[in-house]
Nanobody, 125 residues
């Protein structure tokens, strides 16, 4: 599986942005898709995941502001981000894992086999 993330950019606090992650392969629908982010000087952290059954889970800091969704016909997963804050500034990575693992594995980096290259989101105050 190859992943290509896009949609990052420079926005102001309070703005919205939608990231996309396009995946190769014919079995996209059976993969859990996750978003992680890495801020400058910090470790990569989990943001959101959507399972193949469209179950979702978010880190507390983005709940109510971010929405993860998938379009299996387009082999694409999205991360809608509203009410952006400067602390959301990071490189955002999408990841994919064949969805035969528990949710506890899908909220950590080690739970994913495939990664995209990252897209930078910068939120100015």
């Amino acid at each position: 599986v190859q992943l290509q993330a896009s949609g990052g950019g420079l926005v102001q606090a309070g703005d919205s942005l939608r990231l996309s992650c396009a995946a190769s392969g014919r079995t996209f629908s059976r993969y859990a898709m996750g978003w992680f982010r890495q801020a400058p000087g910090k470790e990569r952290e989990f943001v959101a995941v959507i399972t193949w059954t469209t179950g979702t889970y978010y880190v507390d800091s983005v709940k109510g502001r971010f929405t993860i969704a998938r379009d299996n016909a387009k082999n694409t997963v999205y991360l809608g981000m509203n009410s952006l804050k400067p602390e959301d500034t990071a490189v955002y990575y999408c990841a994919a894992q064949w969805d035969d693992v528990t949710m506890s594995r899908l909220v950590v980096q080690d739970g994913y086999e495939y990664w995209g290259q990252g897209t930078l989101v910068t939120v100015s105050s």
